[in-house]
């Protein structure tokens, strides 16, 4: 595999644009990736586990990270709930000889991309439209009209930093969203370092 597992693949768009699903998608179909798990500081949800899903931890214990420097980036993504990448983990996937696939926000894309400019595949994840990304959050039930607001408006300010990543893929049919993300990702894996 040379040294293709210095490699990063960023997966990156506002909350509801599918990036999740398409994630999980190029994971099932490239054995060589490996799911990068972020940090956090919200709460769990029913359905998700610890290590797998997320490194849940505390805000105190979050914010001793970031004055350690542990992170490759992090971000307050919603009001108390921080997010970031840790260095240990993109380090435990290399080791493994694998790549690491980040799935994060659009601030943590731009961050890594900075951080790792020759290395590194993004790729956002566009919805249709604005309306059509109101109604698939609006869909899944898990959220308030507060909270649908504050999503919707985030969603339409991170929209506007599409031109910041290696490759746009709009996520009008999912089917079609994932057999270009692995196109695009099967063309990164075969170019040399």
Known sequence: MSRTYKKIIIITAPSGAGKTS????????FPVLAFSVSATTRKARANETHGKDYYFITLEDFKKKIVN???IEWEMV???NYYGTLKTEIERIWSEGKIPVLDIDVKGAIHVQREYPINTLSIFIEPPSVEVLR?????????TQDTLETRVSKASYEITFKDHFD????????????????????NFLNQPL
């Open 69 to 71: 420097d542990e992170f």
């Open 78 to 80: 919603y009001v108390g």
């Open 22 to 29: 398409i994630t999980r998608h190029l994971l099932q179909h």
């Open 167 to 186: 490759e746009v893929i709009v996520n009008d049919d999912l089917q079609k969203a994932c057999k270009e993300a692995e196109l695009l990702v099967d």
């Open 135 to 143: 109604e698939r959050l609006s869909s899944r039930g898990s959220e």
